[in-house]
């Protein structure tokens, strides 16, 4: 039994309340026992270790609700020259990246099997929490499907890792219980196509609404397992929600019709607005691969555009990011995007903390540093309300807890 104190900060709870300046957070061993001032709070007659925030600010750990942990660029020619060994060492720098972000707690989104997850769990290697889909569902032609038409066939495939393709309600019913046997937390599937798709534009509708009903039916069955729905075009993603899917990923070309199912369902949105802002950046710098670079362009004021009118209306936005596709360790300049949208930073700091672990449905464990819940803590040098766009740079973390173990440290 271990006892630690967090004192001398400035507590950015994460639950929209007022900075309380001199703050002291009392841990027991991984959860937090007591919050308030030093000379309020009891502490035990047993030694505890004290933890100087040096007038920095204290925060809950942030939590990104799309990532791609076994990724770095989706580049089709990987498949071909890398071993897959390697991608599962890569994958331990792309973790210790995330982490060192802030982030201590991830949804991947697609590529990370349950060895991976169970790998952090016991301490073989230090990363943020996960939750996993393992592999996303895709049409034959669609935005998973990585057979080319010129023969190549650039899929990803092993054991831990199904099969990501499947048509028809029978083939989809099949493919749904072989990733939940794999261990997905969540089922993700691709109803529309993606900007890095060969095969397939952003706009593209896929899979029909019987289809879908499939994916959801057999999430109810299996411990109401939600769907994640990877969606840019409007009728794609229209047709998720007619279905009763639980989270939006992209959202590009949503249309008012949408937004206002969305708010009527209470349907999160995960805008990613950091891998559509830096895919420009790439595209015109001639850094990804042809097919994609006009895409990539197009959509980047579409998207913003459309997400201001969605949180304008008062769709459920939560942070989450896309990295794997982009670099990871970027995860927390999503905020300075949200704001760029609208959010006020209070709003931006709680749709990575507070909602997004509602969203995960974990908001009784995480998300905010309150009594009983993990002690997932970071303190940030600089003031996040005053300077949120100083949050996505990592030197501006200086200590990362996951529940009551320090991760960083660059307080010495």
Known sequence: MTYTLI????????TGGMPIPNAVILIKDNQ???IGTEDSIYLPEKEVKRIDANDMFILPGFID????????GFKLEDTMY??????????????????NAGVTTIRDAGLADIGVKKAVEEDLIVGPRMLISVMPLSISGGHFDRYLNSGFDMRETYPGLPESICDGKQEVRKRVREILRAGADFIKVMVTGGVMSVNDGPDETQFTIEELKVMVEEGKFRNDTKVMAHGHGAEGIKNALKVGVYSIEHGTYID???????VDQETYLVPTC?????????AEAGEL??????????????HEKNIRKAYEAGVRIVMGTDCGVVPHGLNLEELRFLCDIGMSPEEAIMAGTKHAAECLGMDDK???IEKGKFADIIISKKDPIAYIKSLGNPDNIVMVIKEGKIIKNLTN
């Open 289 to 302: 691969p042809e097919y994609s670079r006009k895409q990539a362009i197009e959509i980047v004021d579409i």
């Open 256 to 262: 008012d019709e949408a937004i206002q199912m969305m």
């Open 7 to 14: 004192y001398n900060g400035t507590l950015i709870d994460g």
């Open 274 to 282: 950091v891998v559509i802002k830096y895919n420009k950046k790439y």
């Open 366 to 368: 995480i998300g905010t």
């Open 65 to 72: 609700t799309h990532v791609h942990i076994m990724a770095n």
């Open 32 to 34: 937090i026992i007591d």
């Open 82 to 99: 890398n071993p897959l060994s390697f991608y599962f060492y890569r994958a331990t720098e792309n973790l210790r990246d995330t982490i």
